[in-house]
């Protein structure tokens, strides 16, 4: 096991207190348990729910005519190759089970394959057990590198700028990555010497990111077919097929400068303590809570005095329209109003950032996000606290004023967002 993870399973986070920590404990317990197992049965099942589509197709397949069918002999082909393809799927995600640090008391084998769907397992678990799989390949391989330059390289330039290695000692600059996922960024940054934590609610997520930074033993050791459950959209048959190779970069033979830490749980349940980061970096994010002010605030929070807020994204806002799930959605020009009335300055910010987000390379359907990128400071506490004193009354009585925009005619250029300054 790497050292890159200070202790095992994946830390409940730090700085809970041991008085929060034991009824977080003696509540959360089994509950968690059987989440993990759900996660674990969810993987165990992938084969199985896979080969349904497959077999799906070619029972239809069957059922043409004859001279159909002979039209049809490569395609069939094909088929058998994409059951191939899920094999190795399989084969992947039972070595990603074989390592026990998330649920060292789970029961049953993690090499076992399950024949029957659980009970507990639900279409929504097996599509996020699919799309780990592609998240996989947009954090850890190099064809996915460019997707990642769009998302990534601009949150890495701006806290390169703002806490210079020429400035800081970079191993005391702690930096929050919340909604973590495979954990690049993190590492990314961890690998610049800054000491970085990641956070992901996701045990699909951790289970994968924990495989990937502590276990893979060398670059490019496994074989990854993450479009092979794209059936429309194909140029070629090999395309749905294409395989990828991960690690690009191995994080055991190539541990960062700086401290690297991954931390399970809600970001709102976890990270309660103020003045904790000198750095929140957020990448698709901000957009998965059902009200993103609680996120604005909590950030705002957990920052140090004069710390910063760095955000890529777009505003998908993951619980809209969700059967039992509430669900606000702010538009830029509201957020903007948001993070100024709970105190952010905003250093700068654009519009128009052209991100993709775990999109197969070769299909025919190219979808990418306008995102959004900012970064915003926490003030000093001289200034917060005049701030405060002059402004409470006025932001609790009066609706803060519209954002204005100046938007460039050339739509190939970014936009760029001009935030008036507030009046003192």
């Known amino acids: 096991m790497s050292d890159m993870v200070p202790s095992l399973p994946f830390p409940m986070h730090p700085k809970m207190h041991e008085d929060q920590a034991l009824a977080f404990t003696a509540k959360e317990d089994e509950e968690e348990r059987r989440h993990i197992q759900k996660v674990q049965n969810a993987f165990q099942y992938y084969r199985r729910y896979a080969y349904i589509r ?7 397949l069957n059922s043409l005519s004859a001279e159909d ?17 899920i094999d190795c799927n399989q084969s992947v995600i039972c070595e990603i089970l074989r390592d026990r640090v998330l649920y060292p008391t789970s029961d049953g084998d993690t090499d076992i394959e399950l ?7 639900r279409h929504g678990d097996m599509d996020q057990a699919q799309s780990t799989l592609k998240l996989i390949a947009r954090d850890w391989s190099a064809e996915c590198a460019i997707e990642r330059e769009q998302s990534y390289k601009p949150i890495i330039d ?11 000692k970079l191993n005391e600059i702690k930096i929050l990555v919340p909604g ?3 954990g690049r960024l993190t590492y990314e940054l961890a690998c610049r010497g800054y000491a970085c934590e990641g956070n992901e609610f996701s045990y699909f997520m951790l289970i994968a990111s924990n495989f990937v930074l502590n276990l893979c033993d060398y670059e490019n050791k496994h074989v990854l077919y993450p479009w092979v459950h794209q059936y429309v959209n194909n140029m070629r048959r090999a395309d749905q097929v294409a395989s990828v190779r991960f690690p690009d970069v191995c994080p055991v033979r190539n541990p960062p400068k700086g401290n690297i830490e991954m931390a399970a749980g809600d970001f709102l349940e976890v990270y309660k303590s103020p003045n904790a980061y000198n750095c929140v970096a957020t990448c698709f994010f901000i957009d998965c809570a059902n009200n993103v002010i609680d996120f604005v605030r909590t950030i705002y929070r957990i920052l140090v005095p004069g710390g910063i807020w760095v955000n890529l994204g777009p505003l998908l806002y993951h619980y809209s329209d969700v059967n039992g799930q509430n669900s606000i959605e702010p538009t830029y020009e509201d957020l903007i109003i948001i993070m100024e009335s709970i105190g ?14 775990a999109q197969n390379p070769q299909s025919m359907k190219q979808s990418e996000y306008q995102s959004l990128f900012w970064v915003c400071r ?28 100046n938007q460039s005619n050339d739509h190939d250029v970014d936009l760029e967002t001009e935030v008036q300054p507030k009046q003192t």
């Open 378 to 405: 926490k003030p000093p506490n001289d200034y917060e606290k005049a701030q405060q004193t002059s402004e409470a009354k006025e932001r609790d009585n009066k609706e803060p004023p519209d954002l204005i925009v």
């Open 69 to 85: 069918q002979r039209l049809l002999s490569k395609y069939r082909s094909h088929l058998d190759n994409v059951r191939g393809c």
């Open 158 to 168: 701006s806290i390169e700028e703002y806490y210079k290695p020429s400035d800081y």
């Open 344 to 357: 952010f300055d905003i250093l700068s910010s654009r519009s128009g950032i052209r991100t993709k987000y």
């Open 180 to 182: 973590a996922g495979l």
């Open 115 to 121: 024949d029957e769907a659980p009970d507990h397992v």
């Open 54 to 60: 497959v077999n799906k197709t070619e029972a239809y």
